[in-house]
């Protein structure tokens, strides 16, 4: 039998074309009724009415996940895809790595890209914390399976039998992890006691993403990125007049088991509802249909850390601090510095965490990062962190940003996810 033919293409360029994202809401606002389908099918179709890709086959492929989601959502990229302007015959697919869902979902498209798999795709993720799933008590869940694997009605009034009132509670969401039951803020609020990241260096970095993002809206550099939704323009979010003062009059929220706790609402992230896109496409793809890249997906990475002993013992390898190794592998692959990037986009989970990733990155040998280029157009602390949707809009964010200057450009992309991960990625324009 003779060998399966293949032909090899080699690796292309992957170019990000463009994004489109919904504007994001604090939970329990004005998305507290949307599901996740309808707001990520918003974003997708502001996506496919911006580029013009409603013909048929105008795009190879959609992914896209999301971390709250309800059993009704297990093909929710797929059932976005057949509500929306896409061609209904766009295959689609779920992914999900928690804060670093969006991200991973560009990877995943960019390889088969680069691999010449496809021509093109769009990537994304969406979030609703309005909208949680509320599970079954566990114990009601078992009597109800009893139930049904009763053979007898006999049998099953038996089973039935055995509901209390107890069993009427329903397990609610918790924003903790299994391993620790600690929830993502006390997890970095331990991080930020072993770096010693202090509250006004957290307060001066929460109030300048607010006051960037305000910049960035006013300069109309979103006019191209965010569409409307449910009677929100902008990131509700935002306070454009925050202050290191009036935000050094809040009170700690999270580490209160200590003296000299340091992490407040204003410094850390809201729970959030959004979506986000991204067009990815073949340099050929985008020169067809007369697009412009805005940049280039060169290089990423992954990395995780072992945070259940490592906050437990109070060491440095917290749940959040896994872009610490991610980047420097990703760096020295690559041949580059943090000197070489023009601008830096760090995932804000936590001012304190942003800021313990960047003294990892010091102590691992990276050169500082100037805060003049870090979330230069804000970033999570002022537009909110829908935790799937995160990713592809910092990707969509740093591409129109790296388009904007003149010249060639490289920007570095940061995201700690839950369960101790991190992604990474390097975009650039020629």
């Given amino acids: 039998m003779s060998p399966l033919r293949t032909e090899s293409r080699g690796i292309r360029r992957v170019a990000v074309v463009g994004g489109a994202r919904i504007p994001f809401a604090r939970s329990d606002g004005p998305y507290a009724t949307a599901s996740d389908q309808e707001m990520l099918t918003a974003a997708l179709d502001g996506l496919v009415e911006r580029y013009g890709l409603q013909e048929p086959g105008a795009v190879g492929e959609f992914v896209a996940g999301a971390v709250l989601k309800h059993s009704r959502d297990f093909n ?99 924003n903790a992890e299994p391993r620790t039951g600690l929830s993502m803020g006390e997890h970095a609020a331990v991080t930020a006691r072993a770096w010693g990241i202090g509250r006004a260096a957290q307060d001066a970095l929460a109030a300048a993403s607010h006051q960037r993002l305000a910049a960035a809206y006013d300069r109309g550099f979103f006019q191209d990125l965010v569409v409307p939704f449910r009677g929100l323009e902008r990131d509700q979010n935002l306070r454009p007049g925050s202050t290191v003062d009036k935000l050094a009059a809040l009170k700690p929220v999270f580490g209160l088991d200590r003296p000299g706790a340091t992490m407040t609402a204003g410094n850390s992230t809201p729970l959030t509802d959004g979506a986000a896109t991204v067009l990815l496409a073949s340099e050929e793809w985008a020169r067809a249909r007369g697009l412009e890249p805005l940049a280039h997906l060169t290089a990423y990475e992954t990395a995780a850390v072992d945070f259940v002993r490592g906050d437990v013992a109070e060491g440095e ?114």
């Fill in 317 to 430: 390898d917290g749940l959040l601090m896994a872009p610490a190794y991610a980047v420097p592998r990703m760096l020295e692959r690559a041949g580059l510095g943090i000197e070489d990037f023009d601008l830096v986009e760090i995932h804000e989970a936590f001012a304190s965490q942003v800021l313990a990733t960047l003294a990892a990155w010091e102590k691992r040998g990276l050169a500082p990062v100037d805060h003049a280029r870090l979330n230069v157009a804000g970033s999570s602390l002022a537009t909110g962190h829908p935790f799937a949707a995160t990713g592809a809009r910092v990707v969509a964010t740093l591409a129109r940003l790296l388009a904007e200057r003149e010249g060639p450009a490289r920007g570095l992309i940061s995201v700690c996810a839950a369960g101790g991960q991190g992604v990474t990625a390097i975009l650039e324009r020629a």
């Fill in 76 to 174: 929710l990229a797929r059932e976005t895809v057949l509500g929306s302007r896409l061609d209904p015959r766009t295959p689609a697919y779920d992914i999900q790595q928690a804060c670093g869902t969006g991200l991973q979902a560009v990877i995943a498209a960019a390889n088969k890209i680069a691999l010449g798999q496809t021509e093109s795709a769009v990537a994304g993720g969406a979030d609703t914390a309005s909208d949680a799933p509320l599970g079954v008590n566990d114990e009601l869940r078992r009597i109800l399976l009893a139930a049904r694997r009763a053979r007898t009605p006999a049998a099953r009034l038996k089973a039935l039998a055995g509901i209390r009132p107890r069993h009427l509670v329903p397990d609610i969401p918790r």
